[in-house]
Structure formats: structure tokens, C-alpha cells
């Protein structure tokens, strides 16, 4: 009899957590919310940098490309994307000719220990700051809310088929000191359509985005210092390579502080 | 510590997570306790006494520079893994720790380990009728399929669970287990709280069916996995849970094990936030009769990796066990286009035939001779893809399958025929041939389809009392990856201690011919007892270690290693 | 957890083992522990025994080379141990889900009369403290470890059946 209520107990209890333990989805889980910001220049609203790892012969990049396609319309301009193509799966073949790595994204690439693709990095230039799909929109949605007193104005523009550009570093709280500062500028491409590996099929007219085609800095970043009330002026020039359209291209701009943490990034298409 | 950081969403389990450091503080005032008192009785008779033992083990490398193969030179020189377990018993109370410390971590196993500490501490009572553990524990259920837990250092592998684990006999047959916890990640803790129940019954001893010569064992269990949902553009399931029941039929040489798994909606890095549940069937059957013995087994599943954190990859915080279909190759080169589970889908089946040919037959010779057969294939599953909701967003389920389906796309095949014979009162031999089909392509996203064709001699002559020498050669055929190989290896040894071994493996069919390297070895070991030191020299090929079907990359290295061990 | 803090109180923990082992440490037992029998019954450990004769426990598993030879060396010679010293050998099976199918069919058609069981999850490996496969425990007819071994090289078994002897 004792054994038989024990028994019994046992087997509720088991039950009470079958029923309870489970959160079943129904229908689509895709959340509608629209946090865009603000987006006045040169204000101090927190933009997130992310370095989308990725490789045209990588099987699940495009997977990581859809997500931040989702980021971006669920953030709007405060999240900013950048791709780098590196590693094996961006080698080029016959199927896949053409090539989009550079000497900044191969170097950031063994700086942070990239080795599985995709792979995303949000907040830091860490080795510990790599993410996997699964984490990249948390690791979006906590970064935006750290706030920032940095701003960043970019100006852009094409003459003689260089473009030329111009950032402006501010604090706009002097009182807070900012360490250890470094810059770091790239110039990336949209719509570039080519060869992508997706699920296992090949797509041959596969549009990729933000691509890096250019570090105007090494990938060790430009130490600077800001005083008090001072600013910071960067200018940076690059001839435009032959298979660039210059249409299609952006400057972006972030910094990093103290432990390499990733405090503003700013965006600008070229006009 | 751990850091119990408690979040808004986790209020649930406040109490939870301050019940488990509270337990902390418990399990080493009562392991304490414990020790004090069995030194207060140590003057009574033998039994009543505690007993220490425990173990350790190191193992260390020195990586130098090696141009012509690429392998690197570690800028600590010499790298280290070591740990020793200390176990001490008093009647029905155990207590343990184990130190590890990794000091840096052993190529090719995460750097995460970098560190020294105490990650496994518990505290154990175990009478006939229950059995409580606080502190870390490992546990299974079934085969693994809802739940298991385990270490394998030489995988790097352990996730371990800290928590509470009670285990219960309320009658002859009955066995009823539950355990909540997080589990272990390298020093810390996972992010996801695990709460697992499991009950079997053995109906022969449950229900006093002694004179039935069938013996019929079910068992049935629940593992439930809470994570906070912080995703700003998915709904994420908090609670995921897997079930899973199995059937176990033995009657004289005749068996039959099976279990069925199924998981509901669990998006995570594993299966690219696919929503659709899961599901695994495994059996095997096996039978033997005299010197004749066989396993057919087969095995289906779709989107079963569990893990105790929705994000993890790699060998991280892995909750379930789903072991690859395919035979575990003992020697080098059979072994060297492993294969490993695939968790996202699979369908395989495998058959093994052992047959001993009697003493004093014709095929048998003297001493008999036994022929083992076996061949095993992995296909994947046949789905159908689901359109896109729009231009960026995948649907939930990603595509359809149903239950059973076989895909086109063979994964892994293979096929061998070993043989051993022992041809005098001297000599004993091991033959074997092999074919494996792996497909890197699909697996690994590279590099096709390789096949390779694989044979194994092995032959061990006694020379005098105690002393033997043992000779392997291994040839490894394919027109793929870095293509033929061939190994030998000389044993001399010396019982009960000494051995010394030279192998070398040439990669004499790379089709660069900067690539045709000698990947040589020289090992010597002295064992007394249960105490073990084996130094060796050489280099090391890069390739895949894998046991139970969970693998890693080793990295090409070259340098001295010791490994020590000993159980006291 | 405590990765590179070490607070007092597991140094006071570590110090009373050691002290709790220099007042009274005394021989191992064979520790409680539930194992599977080939039947897929549930067995526990502590009641293993062979009336008062001694023990032999070895763990091995069906993918080990050196545990297999062990084995086979030692089923070679049973007969003759069993007469002289009545002593019984247990081969305890590491083989976990992945190919404990196999181990019933394995044993039966090399031949093997040992007693065996499975540890698939390692348990008793654990209890019993066994780094690596294949390790040979000697036990007496009271069932405490008098002797053990780790490794096999070929005519290991001799020393074994020297131990074997010096117990009687």
C-alpha cells in the first residue's frame, strides 16, 4: 500500500510536468515589431555594427543573409551589416569565380579565430564575441541599448573615380572619457549578384549585400585620441577598383574602445 | 561561482537556483560531516571503515614547428591536460571531486578548457530502495535518446549535470529516476535548466514471471529544457520537451532493443530555427546461437539535436545521444573518413555477422578462426522543401517529410570482412579488407565523394616466454582527398612492462608530391599495475578522432608527449 | 564554477580527505553501482561474488583491440585457472548504445563462458575509478581489490595468474 501511494505520487507529479514543461508554438513565430530609431545625422543613437561571417560556398550563409535582412527591417538603419567573404568557402572555382575577400577581412578573420561559417560578431572584436545564427538578433537587440556618447558623421563623395571621404568623430558628452580609441573604415558593395551555394543547390544569379570590398584601415584599426571638446578628423581616399560599381557602394565607419568593445558605427551611401 | 544571474522571465526559478547554491553549501557540510565521522569510528571493525581511492592521468605535448607539414609551434611550447578523481565511500555515503587542469589546452581540443578547477563535486547516498546525488552527476535514459550525459577526455567531452539526481526502486523491477540541473560547459554552466524523469520496468521480476523464459523490459522518460526567450523577431519556445519510450525483448539468443524519441518545436543553431518537431526510431536486433552471432539494425530520424542551450554547436552542452549507425573502426586508416551522426536527418541500417569456424575443421584450422561481416548505410531522409514566406523569411517548418521516408543521397556506406586467426601456438593474425563511401560533400561541404578501399594485416608472433613483436600494415586506396596511404608498425614487447612501437604513416598516393610525408611515431610505455608512463616522439597527421559516432579535429602537430596515469 | 578561484573551503575539503585517508584507509570493495546483464536486466554491482574464491573484473569494450586479446588470452587458459584456483572472471562491457548490440553476439562466438555485463553510460568504470580500457581488477574471496592492472601487452595474463595464485 505504501509502495502503491508513493508509486502514485511519483507518476502525478511526472504527469504535472508533462503537461506544463512543454511551450508549443503554434502558427508563425515571427514577431512584428519595428524598433527603427531615430535617424538624424550625427545624433548620438546607438548603431550596431554586425560582421556577417560568409562564403559564397557556404551552405547556410544564406540563411544568415535572410536573418539579417529580417534585423534590418524589424532595427532600420540602427543595425548596420557588413560581410566578410573569407576562409574555404569563399575560395574561388570555375562554378564559383568570383572573388570577394580582401587583405582587412582574411586579417579580422584570423584575428577573431573564425573557423565555422556563418558566423556573426556583435559588440566586440573579441575572439568571444563570434556568434552563431541561433544568437545573432539577442546579441542585436541587447547591443542597441547600450548606449553611446559617440557620433560619427560621415561625408562621401566621387571625384576623378575615387571616392573620397571624410569622417567626423564627436563625444557628446565630454565629461565621459573614451580610452583606448581606434577606427576602423571599410567600403562595402550592395546587389552584387553571383554564384551562391544555399540548402545544398546552387543559385547562379544570387544578389549579395554589404559586401567588404575595401579596408581603408588595417584590421587592427586606427588608434586615435579625442579631447575635450575636440574632434577627430579622418579622411580616407580609394581609387575605384574596375569591378566595383560605384553606384552600389557605402563607407562604413565604426570604433572601438577599451577591450575592443564596439561603441559606434555609422553608414553612408556614396551620392 | 557560477553566475546566477536571475533575469525578470526567470522568476519562475528564483527559488530554483537559490535552492541549488543553498544544496551547494549542503554537500560540503555533509561530505565534511561525513569524514569526520568515519575518522570518529575508525577504530571499529574493517567494514565499517570509509575508503579513499581515486585517479589521475596527464597528458602532455610539445608542438614544434614542422614546415613540411604545417603544423604549428605552440607558443606555450608544451601543452597540458591532466586530472585526478577522489572518491571516498563511507557504508552508504559517497563523496567525490575530481581537479582538472589544463594548462593550455591540448591542441585540438577548445581552448575554452584554458584553466584550473574543480568542476565535479558530489555527494552521494545510496541505499537498496533510493539513491540521491547533489552536486554534478552523469545519467542516461534508454540509449541516450531523451537524455544522457557523460564524459570522454579524449573527445573533450563532458556535460556533466549539476543539480540533483534521485534515483528510485519501490519494487523488485521498478526503477524510477528524476534529476534537475544545467549542465557543464568547460568551467561553467550552461544556460538552459534540464528536468528529466525517467521509469522502467522490468515485467519478468516486477510481476514474478521467473519461470517465463521471455524477459521483457519498458521504459518510458521526459527530459524538459527552460531557456529565457530574449529574441527580438522569433517567438521562442521556453520549455522544450523530448520523450521518448523503449522496448527491450530477450529471449535465449534472441534480442530485440528499441526506442522511439520524439521532440517538440526546438529552433536552434543545430537545426537553423527550424520549428517542425522531431522524431528518432532506433532498433537492433540481434541473435547467436553457438559460434554464430549477428546484429541487424536500422534507424530513422529527423531534427533531433537537444541541448541544454538552443545556441550551442560543436560538442557543447549536448543533452541527447543519438549514436552513429556505422561499425567503430579500430585501426588507423579504416578510421580515417569517420562518420558521424547526422542530426538534422538521417535513415541508415546496419547488419554484422560473427562466425567462428571450429577447432580442427578444415576452414578452422588448429585453433579455430573467426570471420566477422559487416556492412552499414546512411541515406538521407526525403523532404520536401516549404516556399519562403517572403523574400527573406523561411517557413517555420522548413520543409516536410514523413515518418520512414528514405532521401537520394547516400551519406555513408561501408562494407568490410575481418578475420582472425591464430595460424600457430606463436603466431596470431588479423586480416581484414574494407570499402567506405563517406560523403564530404554533403557532410562536410566540400571535397565530394570519397571512397576508399582499405586493408589491414596484423600479426603477433611470441618470441619466448613474455616477449612478443607485433607487425601491422595498413594500405588505404582513394582518388580523393589527399589520396593512398600506407602504415606499418613494429611492436616489441616485454610483459608485464615494457613496450616499445615505431609506426609510420606515408602518404605516398598525394597527388602533390611536396605532400608525400612521412608521418612517423616512436612510443615506449612502462606499466606497473594499475600506474602507466608512455613517452613518444613523431608527428601527428591531421584527422578526425570519433567514438561513439561524436568526433573532433585533431590538428597536424609534432613534438615529444608523456601521458601518466595511474588508479590508486 | 571555480576556474582559477579556489575558496578556502575546498582546500579544507581536500586536506580532510587526505587526513580522513591516513586515519583509516583500508582496502576498496566493490562499489554499489547498477549495471545492465546481457539480458537488459538491472544488476547491482555489490552483489557480485564468487563464494569466498577470488574475482576477476575486467573492463573492456568490443572496439578495444588490446581488451579483446586480454579476453581471449584469458578464456584460453580458464579452464585451467578455474580448476586450480576457482576463480572467476567478469568482463564488465564499456561498449555504450552505440554498439552494446553487439556484445552478446561478440562474446558468444569467440566462445567467451565469462560472466558479462554492460556499462554503457560508465558508471561502475567511474566508481572503480578506470581511466582507460582495457584494466583488470583482482579481487579476493572477502572482495576487496588486492591487485590491478591497466593496459594489456601480450602474456600479461601469466603475471594475472600469478596473482591469482598468491591469494589461496
Redesign the interface.
Known amino acids: 500500500m505504501k509502495t502503491n501511494t508513493i508509486l502514485l505520487t511519483i507518476l502525478i507529479a511526472l504527469l504535472g510536468i508533462g503537461f506544463n514543461a512543454c511551450d508549443k508554438i503554434e502558427g508563425n513565430p515571427y514577431e512584428t515589431i519595428q524598433d527603427t530609431g531615430t535617424t538624424i545625422d550625427g545624433d548620438t543613437v546607438k548603431r550596431v555594427l554586425l560582421i556577417e561571417f560568409t562564403g559564397h560556398r557556404c551552405t547556410n550563409c544564406p540563411q544568415a543573409h535572410q536573418q539579417l535582412q529580417i534585423l534590418s527591417e524589424t532595427y532600420g538603419e540602427r543595425i548596420i551589416p557588413i560581410a566578410i567573404h573569407s576562409g574555404y568557402y569563399s575560395d574561388t572555382t570555375t562554378t564559383y569565380p568570383t572573388n570577394y575577400t580582401t587583405p582587412f577581412g582574411d586579417n579580422l578573420t584570423t584575428l577573431l579565430n573564425i573557423d565555422l561559417y556563418p558566423r556573426g560578431v556583435v559588440g566586440s572584436l573579441n575572439k568571444d564575441a563570434q556568434k552563431p545564427l541561433a544568437e545573432w538578433a539577442e546579441a542585436v537587440a541587447i547591443e542597441k541599448d547600450i548606449p553611446t556618447t559617440m557620433a560619427i558623421n560621415i561625408e562621401s563623395s566621387i571625384e576623378n573615380n575615387t571616392v573620397i571621404s571624410k569622417a567626423t568623430i564627436t563625444n557628446t558628452k565630454p565629461e565621459i572619457a573614451l580610452n583606448d580609441l581606434k577606427l576602423y573604415a571599410v567600403l562595402v558593395e550592395d546587389s552584387v549578384v553571383s554564384a551562391q551555394l544555399n540548402n545544398g543547390q546552387l543559385i547562379t544569379d544570387y544578389v549579395h549585400n554589404h559586401v567588404v570590398r575595401h579596408g581603408f584601415t588595417s584590421h587592427l584599426g586606427e588608434p586615435f585620441v579625442l579631447n575635450s571638446e575636440s574632434k577627430f578628423i579622418y579622411n580616407f581616399p580609394v581609387a575605384i577598383h574596375s569591378s566595383w560599381r560605384a553606384k552600389k557602394l557605402s563607407v562604413v565607419v565604426f570604433v572601438t574602445s577599451e577591450e575592443n568593445k564596439i561603441i559606434q558605427a555609422a553608414y553612408k551611401h556614396i551620392e | 561561482m557560477a553566475n546566477y544571474i536571475v533575469k525578470s522571465n526567470l522568476r519562475p526559478f528564483i527559488f530554483l537556483t537559490h535552492s541549488l547554491k543553498i544544496m551547494r553549501k549542503i554537500v560540503y557540510s555533509l561530505a565534511l560531516v561525513s569524514i569526520a565521522f568515519s575518522s570518529l569510528f575508525s577504530q571499529e571493525e574493517d567494514e565499517k571503515k570509509g575508503h579513499f581511492s581515486g585517479n589521475f592521468q596527464i597528458d602532455a605535448q610539445t608542438y614544434m614547428e614542422d614546415t613540411i607539414t604545417g603544423a604549428d609551434k605552440a607558443p606555450e611550447i608544451m601543452l597540458m591536460n591532466s586530472y585526478a578523481n577522489l572518491r571516498y565511500t563511507y557504508g552508504k555515503l559517497t563523496a567525490g571531486l575530481r581537479f582538472e587542469s589544463y594548462l593550455n589546452t591540448l591542441q585540438g581540443i577548445s581552448n575554452a578548457y584554458d584553466g584550473t578547477g574543480i568542476p565535479y563535486k558530489f555527494f552521494n547516498y545510496k541505499s537498496d530502495e533510493l539513491e540521491f546525488t547533489v552536486g554534478n552527476f552523469y545519467e542516461q535514459f534508454g540509449s541516450g535518446m531523451s537524455l544522457r550525459a557523460y564524459e570522454d577526455k579524449t573527445l573533450g567531452i563532458d556535460n556533466a549535470f549539476e543539480g540533483v539526481l534521485v534515483r528510485h526502486n519501490p519494487h523488485k523491477g521498478i526503477y524510477l529516476k528524476g534529476l534537475v540541473g544545467k549542465q557543464r560547459l568547460f568551467f561553467d554552466l550552461g544556460p538552459g535548466i534540464v528536468r528529466g524523469a525517467d521509469a522502467e520496468i522490468q515485467l519478468n521480476e516486477a510481476f514474478k514471471l521467473d519461470s517465463v523464459e521471455t524477459q521483457i523490459t519498458l521504459g518510458g522518460s521526459f527530459v524538459s529544457r527552460y531557456q529565457a526567450d530574449r529574441n527580438p523577431i522569433l517567438k521562442l519556445p521556453e520549455n522544450v520537451a523530448i520523450m521518448a519510450t523503449r522496448l527491450s525483448v530477450q529471449r535465449g539468443g534472441f534480442s530485440i532493443v528499441s526506442e522511439y524519441g520524439y521532440k517538440i518545436n526546438d529552433p536552434s543553431a543545430d537545426n537553423l530555427n527550424n520549428y517542425q518537431p522531431g522524431q528518432a526510431i532506433m532498433s537492433d536486433i540481434s541473435f547467436t546461437k553457438g559460434t554464430f552471432g549477428m546484429v541487424v539494425g536500422g534507424k530513422w530520424l529527423n531534427n533531433m539535436s537537444f541541448r541544454s542551450s538552443r545556441s550551442a554547436q560543436n560538442n557543447d552542452l549536448m543533452l541527447n545521444y543519438l549514436p552513429a549507425i556505422s561499425k567503430n573502426h579500430i585501426y588507423s586508416l579504416p578510421a580515417m573518413y569517420p562518420y558521424a551522426t547526422q542530426l538534422n536527418g538521417e535513415a541508415g541500417i546496419k547488419a554484422e555477422i560473427f562466425y567462428r569456424l571450429k577447432p580442427k575443421t578444415l576452414l578452422g584450422g588448429k585453433y579455430g578462426t573467426l570471420i566477422t561481416l559487416n556492412y552499414s548505410r546512411v541515406q538521407t531522409i526525403d523532404t520536401t522543401n516549404l516556399p519562403m514566406l517572403d523574400s527573406i523569411r523561411p517557413h517555420w517548418n522548413r520543409y516536410e517529410t514523413s515518418f520512414l521516408s528514405i532521401g537520394d543521397e547516400r551519406l555513408y556506406e561501408d562494407i568490410s570482412i575481418d578475420i582472425q586467426k591464430k595460424l600457430s601456438k606463436r603466431v596470431k593474425s588479423f586480416f581484414s579488407l574494407q570499402y567506405s563511401a563517406y560523403n564530404r560533400q554533403y557532410i562536410e561541404g566540400k571535397d565530394g565523394m570519397i571512397e576508399a578501399f582499405i586493408f589491414v594485416g596484423d600479426m603477433t608472433f611470441s618470441l619466448k616466454p613474455k616477449h612478443a613483436l607485433r607487425a601491422e600494415l595498413q594500405f588505404l586506396s582513394t582518388k580523393q582527398d589527399y589520396g593512398d596511404w600506407v602504415t606499418a608498425a613494429l611492436e616489441y614487447t616485454v610483459s608485464p612492462h615494457w613496450f616499445v612501437a615505431l609506426v609510420d604513416q606515408y602518404n605516398f598516393g598525394n597527388s602533390d608530391s611536396d605532400k608525400q610525408l612521412h608521418y612517423y611515431m616512436v612510443r615506449t610505455g612502462y606499466t606497473k599495475g594499475a600506474n602507466r608512463i608512455q613517452i613518444g616522439y613523431g608527428r601527428q597527421r591531421q584527422g578526425v578522432i570519433c567514438i561513439g559516432g561524436v568526433c573532433r579535429m585533431v590538428p597536424a602537430s609534432t613534438g615529444f608527449n608523456i601521458s601518466i596515469s595511474s588508479t590508486f | 564554477?571555480?576556474?582559477?578561484?579556489q575558496p578556502a573551503?575546498?582546500k579544507?575539503?581536500?586536506i580532510?580527505?587526505i587526513?580522513?585517508?591516513a586515519?583509516?584507509?583500508?582496502?576498496?570493495?566493490i562499489?554499489?553501482v547498477?549495471i545492465k546483464t546481457?539480458?537488459?536486466?538491472?544488476f547491482n554491482t555489490a552483489d557480485l561474488t564468487n563464494n569466498g574464491k577470488p574475482i576477476v573484473i575486467s573492463f573492456w569494450a568490443t572496439?578495444?583491440?588490446p581488451c579483446v586479446k586480454e579476453l581471449s588470452a584469458i578464456h584460453e587458459n580458464y579452464i585451467d585457472w578455474q580448476e586450480e584456483t576457482g576463480v572467476k572472471v567478469i568482463a564488465i562491457s564499456t561498449d555504450?548504445?552505440?554498439?552494446?548490440?553487439?556484445v552478446?553476439?561478440?562474446v558468444?562466438?569467440?566462445?567467451w563462458d565469462f560472466e558479462v555485463y554492460c556499462d554503457?553510460?560508465?558508471?561502475f568504470k567511474?566508481?572503480?575509478?578506470?581511466?582507460?580500457v582495457p584494466?583488470t581488477f583482482l579481487l579476493d574471496g572477502n572482495g576487496k581489490i588486492v591487485?590491478?592492472?591497466?593496459?594489456y601487452?601480450?602474456?600479461?595474463e601469466?603475471?594475472l595468474f600469478e596473482k591469482i595464485k598468491e591469494i589461496k
Open positions: 564554477m571555480f576556474k582559477s578561484k573551503m575546498y579544507f575539503l581536500f580532510s580527505l587526513s580522513a585517508l586515519l583509516n584507509l583500508t582496502a576498496q570493495n562499489p554499489s547498477e546481457m539480458s537488459g536486466k538491472t572496439w578495444c583491440k555504450d548504445s552505440r554498439s552494446m548490440s553487439r552478446a553476439p561478440y558468444n562466438s569467440k566462445g554503457p553510460n560508465g558508471e567511474r566508481a572503480m575509478n578506470v581511466a582507460n584494466h591487485w590491478q592492472h591497466t593496459s601487452i601480450d602474456g600479461d601469466e603475471e
